[in-house]
């Protein structure tokens, strides 16, 4: 399905650039307009830049802001696009693009081209632009929409329905109307399911629901994202704190928001970022290789640990045999350890840090004796050692022990901290594990030599 | 935000208990039918179960309907809250929830359940169900809702107008109207925005979008959510193959679905299922103890390889030094590669998997020999002997490499299999990844033996 609509989009590029190269600029714009919006982006990008030169003369600002509205790319490669056109034209399409996607351009751009654009709109919408920009990235306020229709309390259906007719065409959806009182306070939320089925002459009142769920401006995106997919809204109001009204967050946005999120949090587990999984070749060696060669040094304590451990393996060879396993483990069991922990601490979690470190002391100590006995049994039946299967089930229970810890508290300490536990690097924190395993490993060894060497 | 939310639940379970306890039956009703739909069901589930038992007896069946459509635990447990009723009772509210969370019970009843309700159900209703039940799971169709407005092209504006307002309180929600040929085939769609803003005499032809993206009732979830995130879709209407209108799915659905397709992802590179992080410690432990001590048995093969190579460690016991860091690391980048990997082919790539290996092949090769080079020029410093920098350098590339192709490659078979690249175990991959990094080590090492014994 992906693949016949990338077809189709080529197709249009193709066919819209003939149009254009003979002349046939209304033919052009009809079969442009016909197009979704999402479509007119991802068509206007598709363009050679010669043909661009052409398209934008021919389209009305409107039709431009729609597409610059539904760019998927890059904020830097939509400036840049943006930048094809005279400064006065780019200011209008601005001008004409919904709030949120304009103030995310005008944070991509440097501060010179920020002045250009700002100098050619009138002051109210420079006013504007300076109050959306203000709120820091992954919060509410950044994703918010100011494209809304809010209404008065005492206000009659018919009046209200007017309204909604005449905004339709700028707001980005009315499926919501917001009540506000005479200072701009959010009050209440009418739905036009119920505007559409109430008499005319009722005052909307009676069917205003004064539950509003609304965020704050400030808010962390994830937790707006938590609250719009537990109710089902199609869009969230998003006030200040003195309610006052200042905008709304669609469901769209939520759905990239959602996106993000995971891809930051994969990302994490994972060392690599993976948002792009289309990079050439270079692009992918130079989002691996600092994380690939930053763990291989770490790595290297390892090697110096089990250096430092020579005189021991000297003694008994077989020691080194269980080296990868232990560490492997304790990896194993600290990467699960993580991920349960992100996604406790990064989506909300009912519990207390305090309750949720016993919870984790409870079953990484039932994990990690339950392993620790299993090898042990395993190595006692295989090398009929005695000595050498305590050795090695202890190592690897205490091992599996702290590492899971120590996974459970960095995101709980981040989480405190006020940074995104998503952040957390997996196998960074496998490394710490591996350095902690064999420091335990051989610590107990050492202790235990004369209980398996020469047996 | 959460914490004062699960507050305000608890609030009104508690003022809720306190109404039925005290008889206020009606003062109970209007408290109730007050709260956000999704509140109805936390509250609902909040309920003690003799709490319960006088609810359902004072709840109408619709008030019940939105109760059950809303629970949001996992079916199997809504299954029981149902039985806790009468069966005609029981009937009664799946007939009234929405047909795609119906068919999810029906899906999770044992069948002689499913015989006893729809034994009480008409004919019609029991054919529905039938006919939605049939579709797999995470398929478009097993998403779908039947409630949607279809009209037939030639229809006027108020005439559909008076059928949206008609049909506002039953459907999911009305904001597009498909528009259907004499079979009931798709042929465009109208926004309500444009129901609203066109003359009440005009015909919908002018204002239907016969270019209508829809998707078929077979088709992968992933697949679905990607078309809606990318369009900024509301809701998408699904066809089966003679593009005949099936149902529709709505964004909330799909803000679901892309939940727990990133869980999905997440909780295989972390083998550990992690959609629930709040499980109590036995759960937890239940949840990681398979994988962690299915890790841990073919670990031992790794132990087995290096006891095979025993006689190589008694010649060079820096060798063992050496294990951890290189099969770590090759168990890094393939723990990058496979991130890369399962998001390229489980979310759909614009390159071919021939392309894609040709790419990552280009990737490894470059990531394989500088790592190699570095830790080579690292070890010639620290050990002074060019024997061991050249043999531990080459078995440090010679493993990514390999774990990295590795890694790119099972998911892309698995996607050729039709099977979800996301079920790829990260630690598993690791693991073989570690059985492969000691064989090439000491397949290397023991062949150079001769270069850095004894100097």
Redesign the interface.
């Known amino acids: ?2 693949l016949d ?2 077809q189709q989009v080529k197709q249009a590029v193709q066919s819209l650039t003939d149009r254009l190269e003979n002349g046939q600029d209304d033919e052009f714009m009809t079969e442009f307009t ?5 479509e007119k982006g991802q068509v206007y990008a598709g363009f050679a830049e010669n043909i661009r030169e052409v398209a934008w003369r021919v389209m009305d600002d409107e039709t431009l802001a729609t597409v610059f509205d539904n760019l ?1 790319i890059d904020p830097d490669e939509i400036v840049d696009l943006l930048q094809e056109m005279p400064p006065q034209k780019g200011a209008n399409i601005l001008m004409e693009m919904f709030a949120d996607n304009e103030a995310d351009l005008f944070q991509a751009m440097p501060s010179r081209l920020v002045a250009t654009y700002l100098a050619l709109m009138p002051n109210e919408e420079a006013q504007e632009i300076h109050s959306l920009i203000k709120y820091e990235e992954q919060t509410a306020g950044s994703l918010m929409a100011t494209e809304y229709l809010a209404v008065q309390a005492g206000a009659k259906v018919k009046d209200v ?1 007017a309204q ?2 005449k905004q ?2 700028e707001a980005e ?3 919501y109307v917001y009540v506000v009182d005479g200072q701009n306070r959010l009050v209440g939320i009418v739905s ?2 119920d505007l ?2 109430h008499p005319d002459e009722m005052t909307i009142e009676s069917i205003t629901n004064t ?1 509003v ?1 609304s ?1 704050k401006a400030g ?1 962390d995106q994830k ?1 707006v994202a ?9 869009s969230i109001p998003v006030t200040n704190d003195g309610q006052h009204l200042l905008g709304i967050i669609t ?2 946005d ?3 928001v ?2 993000e999120e ?2 930051e ?3 994490g ?4 970022d ?1 948002s792009d ?2 990079d ?3 692009q ?2 130079l989002k ?2 600092p ?3 930053a ?3 770490l ?2 304590v ?3 640990l ?2 430092a451990f ?1 005189p021991t ?2 003694q008994a ?2 020691l ?6 232990i ?3 304790a ?3 600290g ?2 350890s ?4 992100v ?2 601490f990064g ?5 207390s840090v305090g309750q949720a470190l016993v ?2 002391l ?2 990484a100590v ?2 990690a004796v ?2 620790g006995l ?2 042990a049994g ?1 190595v006692y039946f295989w090398q009929g050692s005695r000595g050498l299967a305590v050795a090695v089930g202890l190592a ?1 229970a205490a091992s ?1 022990l702290v590492a899971s810890l120590l996974a459970h508290i960095v995101p709980a300490v981040l989480e405190k901290m006020k940074v995104d536990p998503a952040v957390v690097n ?2 960074l924190v ?2 710490v594990c ?1 350095w902690l395993a ?1 420091l335990i490993y051989f610590a107990i060894a050492a202790g235990m030599l004369d209980g398996f060497v020469g047996k």
Request: a negative charge; hydrophobic letters at 55%.
């Open positions: 399905m992906e609509h990338d016909a197009l979704h919006d999402f998927e329905l909604v007719k339709a065409e959806s009315i499926i036009l399911r559409l089925t539950r769920i965020v808010d937790d938590q609250v719009v997919a537990d109710y089902n809204f199609f469901v769209d939520i759905v990239d959602i996106d995971a891809v949090e994969y990302s587990l994972a060392a690599v993976v999984p289309d050439s070749p270079w992918s060696v691996r290789l994380w690939l060669l763990l291989l040094v790595g290297l390892s090697t110096a089990v250096v020579e393996i000297r060879p077989i080194a045999a269980f080296i990868p396993l560490a492997g483990t990896g194993n069991a990467t699960q993580l991920a349960l922990a996604r406790r989506n909300g979690s009912d519990r919870a984790e409870i079953a039932t994990l339950i392993a299993l090898l395993i690897l599996i997996g196998p496998q490394t591996d064999i």
